[in-house]
């Protein structure tokens, strides 16, 4: 029933088949499975993930996972983040959900789209949480300004931007002590809610896949050093 309705275009019918099926969790899988291979009208396949959302959503237990699944597609950061807040806010139950959320967002979002819904968690935290720039990107900037200036020395450019990552490094290291001092003076519940949104962030950034991935490949490493110091 599903299927004819998706290719008669009924959405009525299609909302109605889901509301009406003893298992609407796996029809609503299976519908989203069946959107996402067969339909190929992409205005047509917005307005039936749009019924899925909302769907989902009115569940007796709404599957926010399933979702924001439907939101990566929709390209829509701003309700993925309204829902990550909202769950960031609530029980422990839901704070889980709100990270597993972002570890799938990591993994199946682009990188624009999870800029954007950090941008807007920063904001809602109770001390507005800065963007770290990596130094790879600052030093990019930097040849990218100064290109032109093919006039200085190797030695002169070395000592400049030695002195510059030793200027943003102290500058960082206050903006650190800042924030933590800001951080001790919030209450409980604002602390409690400050550090969730910091964790989340850091797993929408890949701070924490990566480092995991890395204490894997770490303690997996049964490379003989001896070996690899003579093939070099």
């Known amino acids: 029933a599903i299927g004819i309705a998706l290719e008669t275009r009924r959405i009525d019918i299609f909302e109605k088949v889901i509301k009406e099926a003893n298992h609407s969790t796996e029809m609503l899988t299976y519908a ?12 047509f396949r917005t307005v039936v993930l749009r019924t899925l959302v909302r769907l989902y959503l009115n569940l007796q237990v709404p599957d926010f996972i399933s979702v924001c699944q439907c939101l990566i597609f929709l390209d829509d950061p701003d309700q993925v983040a309204e829902i990550l807040q909202t769950l960031v806010r609530g029980t422990t139950d839901q704070m889980l959900m709100a990270y597993q959320i972002g570890f799938d967002l990591y993994e199946s979002a682009t990188q624009q789209f999870l800029n954007k819904i950090q941008d807007a968690l920063r904001v809602q935290a109770p001390i507005p949480i800065l963007f ?18 093919s006039m200085e020395t190797n030695q002169d450019e070395a000592s400049r931007q030695s002195v510059e990552e030793s200027t943003a490094a102290k500058d960082k290291q206050s903006l650190q002590q800042e924030h933590k001092d800001k951080v001790n003076n919030l209450s409980q519940e604002e602390k409690q809610l400050q550090e969730r949104i910091e964790k989340l962030l850091s797993i929408l950034s890949g701070e924490i896949t990566i480092g995991v991935h890395m204490q894997f490949l770490i303690k997996n490493n049964h490379a003989d050093l001896l070996i690899l110091k003579q093939i070099k």
Do not use: H, V, Y
Not at 32 to 43: D, E, G, S, V
Not at 132 to 149: H, R, W
């Open 32 to 43: 989203f499975k069946i959107t996402m291979q067969l339909l190929q009208n992409r205005k």
């Open 132 to 149: 770290d720039k990596p130094q790879a990107t600052i030093k990019e900037e930097q040849q990218g300004s100064n290109g032109s200036e």
